[in-house]
């Protein structure tokens, strides 16, 4: 019998257990070769006009998941060399060469590896259809994706994962080199130590994790800075990280210890089984909970981000681009072009259309507001109440004389009490006009510095005969967000009036595709994420559950029915799935309290849907593998 | 006195049509309360079969076997578990320790499971742990302690809960002579002052010398009884002896 033969037989024979291995490996090829082949695919890239970003997301993401699918390969690696140590220490013992058993392995490994590759990408074709079909689905695209097999992510696929295989197989041949015979044969019994609890690394854990939340939640200073970001939110990471590490080691172990005290709980039914076997464990499973509960976090914190600007991107783009087109007069003829245009479009049929004049002009202002205001936009009060009310906003504002009003400027957080009483001192006139109120809502695109001053149309009028305004035409349509080819035939003619885009609807294609893109990568990421700490903690338990299998049969002998049995293992798998589950969405309440802060303004919108979607939908799939290992667990220990 | 065992007619069959093996026949067996009876019989006679069938772990395929009065045929799944818990007291030869739990945890557990109030059950505890001698060890975990300890652990959970029936099977199989007659004293100590009832299967003449009768069980049925009497231990030993070597193959296990 050949070497190839010995490795080939013993696949065969121990069936079972390497087949968990087996759907790791194909489980992280699928994923990878779809995401790779998608970044090939040439539709896709086609498909939308942010190649560039495009290209730079796929390349981060890609490397983000080569870096988890290498960690998630080499732990399930670890899970299955534990339980075949006593099966090489036997080959040992009977004889055989430690060359030989080592070269064995590796044959072993090599070929599951190959097979997993081949299926894996097969699997992975399949997949790769149907995650470009929902990606375009979600930018609202109408690119057709053709059934294509992408030759560059085949060949990307097959050399990241030869190089992660050849490793594993390498450490498969060392395995016998590495231990000892003795510790070969006892690996699955070397009883854990029940963890000692330091009162100082309990309250160290507690002191950190709280010192993370405030540095993430205090509000920004005056002086907002990149060095100021780096140091707080750098040191908010770390501390957030070493800390949820300590809060399970100790913490936890704390906790529980804690409930031991309480002894008329503790010794009622079948407590103390369930919390003796989770203290246990707590030291082998504390590093696991650390980096789900930290995995999960990142997860729900960017998935409910990016949700939420895909959400939030129809009021974000109507706050950019208020009207549907608009333009800067360039003389009768240019004018009349675009208006011919825009009314050929039967499908979009006019509902206003105003003519807007503005007054570039610099200013100073009487105090120091820290946003660059130069040149300041004047606009009256009767083209501003005109404008609110084609867009059907409610506020109309009155003001006199030398009054005047600020439009809040977009994507910044100014309140009225900014401005009110405060004096505003134009150049050239000499003009000082006096702050009455703050308005929400400008009328025309964005465009910095974003400082729109309302003015009284008697002093709009005296300006005027000093200095000559700009007219801007808008034009509001019907079901502006379907506009596209006229779009596409206005922005050719006008482009550049603006930093955003002229017409409402480029900005909310533009919008909705890049906001879709981060989505379906995040999402993408997420999912990976999601069903691989799903899988770690599944593994971990059926690891339990067999090394456990003695343990429940004692108790059935003594007297414990199967019906609660049932229910310790209930209570002791919700525990484990809970407790990082937990962790993580406090966690990632926190980030995205602090995103929210951050963003709502650049997206405008409430995010609390998204964000809850995002979380219940985290928590959905959690309960899912949660039934499932109770489920599996139950049917290893309660034959 | 109260009678604590009543089997009638007992017959286990294993197998299915063509290939059938009896591993018990019509046995019939009365245990008083307050009676250390012994089980022995060479390997495969049905010793372990019977023990089993009794501590309803495993159900005969006819017959009727009653426990303190109760018969256990008809019980369903959970009954049983609560038979078990409320009634039986297990000894197993490899200990069946949770090595989750400590030594104190483990022998608490029948009583945890019956949810008796705490200071009840830590009294009971520190009863039976003076009994068996292990006050000292009560906050160690099974792998810190010795095999001797660990059987006397096991010895403490199974009487801690008071049970009608002690069932051991085999449990100086993995002891040293000295943990062995330590054992045995206390088990006999146990039936004579406490009036425990208890049942033990076990290859060892040594061990069965302890029992005030022995139940000789040979290719599933019932051989002999051998009743201790006035006799000493040693003299009763050696009668032990002359059985099993009637019986064959049962003298291999004297040394």
């Known amino acids: ?11 065969i024979g121990n069936f079972s257990s390497y087949l968990v291995y087996f759907i790791s490996l194909v489980f992280s090829i699928v994923i990878y070769f779809t995401f790779v082949s998608l970044q090939y695919s ?70 599951m590896g190959l097979l997993s590759l081949v299926i894996g990408i097969l699997l992975g074709t399949l997949l790769s259809k149907l995650f470009s079909m929902i990606l375009i689905k979600l930018m609202g695209s109408t690119a057709e994706i053709d059934f294509s097999i992408s030759i560059g992510a085949i060949i990307q696929t097959v050399i990241v994962f030869m190089i992660i295989i050849l490793f594993t ?17 006892h690996a699955e019994k070397k009883g854990e130590q029940v963890p000692t609890t330091s009162l100082v690394s309990t309250i160290i854990g507690v002191i950190l994790l709280t010192l993370s939340y405030f540095l993430i939640l205090r509000p920004f200073p005056d002086d907002l800075n990149g060095s100021y970001i780096m140091k707080n939110y750098g040191l908010a990471l770390v501390t957030l990280v070493i800390g949820t590490s300590l809060f399970f080691r100790s913490v936890t172990v704390y906790l529980l210890k804690l409930s031991q005290k309480n002894k008329s709980r503790y010794y009622r039914g079948t407590n103390l089984i369930e919390t003796s076997q989770l203290l246990y464990r707590i030291k082998g499973n504390a590093r696991t909970f650390t980096i789900i509960a930290l995995l999960s976090a990142a997860t729900i914190s960017f998935f409910g981000a990016t949700y939420s600007g895909y959400y939030g991107n129809e009021k974000s783009s109507t706050e950019d681009v208020p009207f549907s087109y608009a333009h800067l007069s360039k003389g009768q003829e240019f004018d009349t072009k675009i208006e011919n245009i825009i009314n050929g479009d039967k499908e979009h049929p006019i509902t206003a259309q105003l003519d807007i004049p503005i007054i570039e002009v610099k200013g100073k202002l009487s105090f120091d507001l820290g946003y660059e205001i130069n040149p300041i936009k004047l606009i009256s009060v009767s083209s501003f109440n005109q404008a609110t009310k084609a867009l059907d906003r409610e506020e109309t504002i009155k003001l006199s004389r030398n009054q005047a009003a600020v439009i809040k400027p977009r994507l910044t957080e100014f309140t009225e009490t900014d401005f009110k009483g405060k004096n505003i001192t134009l150049d050239q006139t000499n003009q000082k006009l006096t702050f009455t109120t703050m308005v929400n809502g400008s009328v025309l695109p964005f465009d910095f510095p ?188 309660n034959k | 006195m109260k009678t604590i065992v009543e089997t009638n007619n007992v017959k286990k069959i294993y197998g299915s049509k063509g290939n059938v093996f009896t591993a018990l026949e019509d046995i019939d067996l009365t245990v008083q309360e307050g009676e250390f009876v012994g089980i022995m019989g060479p390997s495969g006679a049905g010793k372990s079969t019977l023990l089993n069938v009794l501590a309803t772990i495993d159900e005969p395929t006819s017959g009727d076997i009653s426990i303190d009065g109760t018969s256990i045929i008809k019980m369903n799944e959970d009954q049983l578990a609560a038979f078990r818990r409320d009634k039986l007291g297990f000894i197993f030869q490899d200990y069946n320790l949770l090595d989750t739990l400590t030594v104190k945890e483990n022998i608490v557990l029948p009583l945890a499971l019956a949810k008796m109030n705490v200071k009840e059950l830590e009294q009971r505890v520190d009863v039976v742990a003076d009994k068996f001698g292990i006050r000292p060890i009560l906050e160690k975990y099974p792998y810190q302690i010795s095999g001797g300890q660990k059987q006397r652990t096991a010895a403490s959970r199974a009487i801690v809960a008071k049970p009608s029936l002690i069932l051991a099977d085999e449990p100086t199989g993995a002891l040293d002579s000295k943990s062995a007659t330590d054992l045995l004293e206390s088990l006999k100590t146990l039936s004579e002052q406490d009036k425990a009832t208890i049942l033990m299967v076990t290859h060892d003449a040594y061990a069965a010398s302890y029992c005030q009768r022995i139940i000789f069980i040979n290719d599933g049925k019932l051989f002999t009884e051998l009743a201790k009497g006035k006799e000493t231990r040693k003299e009763y030993f050696n009668k032990v002896l002359d059985v099993l070597s009637a019986l064959g193959g049962g003298a291999n296990d004297v040394i």
């Not at chain 1, 033969?5 to 013993?10: D, E, P």
């Not at chain 1, 229910?567 to 309440?589: A, C, D, E, R, Y």
């Open chain 1, 1 to 11: 019998m050949t070497l190839f033969s010995l490795a080939k037989k013993n696949m």
């Open chain 1, 169 to 185: 197989s390498i450490q498969g041949y060392r395995l016998i080199y590495r231990f000892k015979l003795i510790e070969l044969f």
């Open chain 1, 42 to 111: 040439k539709k896709i890239q086609d498909s939308i006009a942010l190649s560039d970003i495009m290209s730079f997301m796929f390349m981060a993401s890609s490397i983000i998941l080569i870096l988890f699918v290498a960690i998630f390969i080499l732990y399930s690696n670890s899970f299955f060399t534990r339980k075949r140590k006593r099966e090489v220490g036997l080959y040992s013992m009977l004889g055989l060469q430690k060359k030989t058993i080592g070269i064995m392995l590796f044959y072993e490994n090599l070929i």
């Open chain 1, 450 to 637: 974003d400082f729109y001053v309302v003015v009284s149309d008697d002093m709009f009028t005296k300006l005027s005969k000093q200095l000559t305004p700009l007219t801007y035409k808008v034009y509001e349509v019907e079901n502006e967000k379907t506009t596209e080819a006229t779009s596409l035939k206005v922005s050719r003619l006008i482009d550049g009036d603006f930093q955003v885009h002229s017409s409402f609807y480029t900005e909310y294609k533009e919008g909705k595709e890049g906001n879709a893109l981060n989505l379906f990568i995040f999402g993408f990421l997420g999912l990976v994420f999601l069903a691989a700490t799903g899988s770690i903690i599944y593994f971990k338990q059926l690891t339990e559950a067999s090394e456990n299998k003695s343990n429940y049969e004692i108790l059935r002998k003594v007297g414990v029915s199967k019906k609660a049995l049932r229910k310790s293992v209930n209570k002791q798998t919700f525990f484990v799935f809970g407790l990082p589950l937990t962790v993580g969405l406090i966690h990632s309440s926190i980030i995205l309290h602090f995103i929210t802060n951050f963003l709502s303004n650049l997206i405008g919108a409430s995010i609390i849907v998204p964000i809850l979607t995002a979380m219940g939908a985290f928590v959905i799939i959690y309960i899912v593998y949660y039934v499932l290992t109770v489920n599996t667990y139950h049917k290893i220990v």
